[in-house]
């Protein structure tokens, strides 16, 4: 016989959990963004849709589309300020040869790894497929395209090298365990200085 009382309890004690590592990462991201405001480039946050992370979710109601209900994995890019335009909540980050930027990837579940990663590293040498088409326009509109396509773009995270109809870019980055990432000190040291070392090696 179901216990309620208990199923309701352990219900609640997995929603918190859950809750605390959503805010735990968004703790990191702000940490990250903070400290590279910092650097000489004055690094910012890209906006794609305001202030926020990219990820690839769903509310729909079919099976497939269920398993997108939970946010397993988000990133975030960064772009000097001099690079982009804010406008309206949002940046504009037009693809040129010279654009890169810093990339910042959180994998919370995946049946690949049995911990959760952060992926932190630069991507480089983007560029559109048609120049001029209307689709993607700026490098915001990319953070989708590589949500869904995150499987074959981060075959081999250490060396992206990713073409399709639409984009191609290169990327190297660094892995981490999430839960060794737990103060300030760590974060420069695993995540912010080899992620600016790859930048400006590129």
């Known amino acids: 016989m ?6 309701t309890k352990q219900m609640n004690l ?15 991201i702000k940490e990250v963004e903070g400290i590279l405001y910092e650097e000489n480039e ?17 509310t729909g109601l079919e099976s497939n589309n269920v398993m997108l209900w939970l946010l397993k994995k988000l990133a975030v890019f960064f772009v000097p300020e001099d690079r ?7 940046t504009i980050t037009k693809i040129d040869v010279e654009l890169k930027v810093l990339y910042l990837r959180i994998i919370l579940s995946d049946k690949n790894f049995n911990e959760p990663i952060v992926y932190s590293g630069v991507l480089h040498k983007i560029h559109q497929k048609k120049p ?6 700026k490098f915001e509109h990319v953070m989708g395209l590589v949500e ?5 773009i981060f075959k081999n995270a250490g060396h992206i090298n990713y073409e399709d ?4 870019l290169q990327g190297e980055l660094v892995k981490n365990n999430l839960f060794e990432i737990n103060d300030s000190e ?16 590129y």
Not at 2 to 7: A, G, H, L, R, Y
Not at 148 to 152: L, S
Not at 165 to 168: F, R
């Open 14 to 28: 997995a929603f918190d959990f859950v809750q605390k590592l959503y805010l735990e990462v968004s703790y990191l």
């Open 2 to 7: 179901i216990d309620i009382t208990e199923m």
């Open 148 to 152: 869904y396509r995150d499987n074959k």
């Open 42 to 58: 004055k690094f910012i946050i890209g906006k794609p849709s305001g202030y926020g992370i990219s990820t690839r979710s769903s």
């Open 84 to 90: 982009t335009e804010v406008k309206g909540g949002q």
């Open 186 to 201: 760590t974060v420069l040291e695993r995540i912010v200085k080899p992620s600016l070392e790859l930048y400006r090696k």
């Open 132 to 137: 001029g088409a209307k689709w993607p326009k």
């Open 165 to 168: 109809a639409y984009i191609e």
